[in-house]
């Protein structure tokens, strides 16, 4: 499943990762991809911003803001500013 495009607020800090896994076995839309013991954002469209992934991340690498995608598509909607296709 997609969600908005160049919405997702989802960020990872290299250099704080350790490549331990933990993001890419709690993501549901497997968004994430170890390696070289490095996690990447493979499909960054794909995060539904559940927040998953930075809650079990022990280094604090990753930042994700909860919701801001389908919270800005239900605004964006409500003032008929776009067609809703997510949420
Ligand atoms: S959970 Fe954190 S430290 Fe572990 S691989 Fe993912 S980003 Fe890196
Ligand atoms: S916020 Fe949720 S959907 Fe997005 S990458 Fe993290 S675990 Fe996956």
């Known amino acids: 499943m997609k969600y908005l495009k ?10 704080k990762c350790t490549g331990c896994r933990m993001c890419e076995t709690v993501c549901p839309q497997r ?6 013991k490095k996690a990447g ?3 960054k469209d794909a995060c539904m911003e559940c927040s998953a ?4 991340c022990s ?3 990753i930042t994700v803001r909860k ?3 389908c919270a ?10 776009r067609k809703q296709d997510c949420c």
């Not at 160049?6 to 250099?15: C, K, M, Q, R, Y």
């Not at 992934?53 to 079990?56: K, L, P, R, T």
């Open 41 to 43: 954002i493979t499909d």
């Open 59 to 61: 280094e604090s690498a």
């Open 6 to 15: 160049n919405v997702a607020t989802l960020e990872i800090d290299d250099e």
């Open 72 to 81: 800005a598509a239900i605004i964006s909607t409500s003032l008929g500013l």
């Open 31 to 36: 968004v994430w991809k170890i390696e070289n």
């Open 53 to 56: 992934c930075a809650v079990n």
């Open 67 to 69: 919701g801001v995608g």
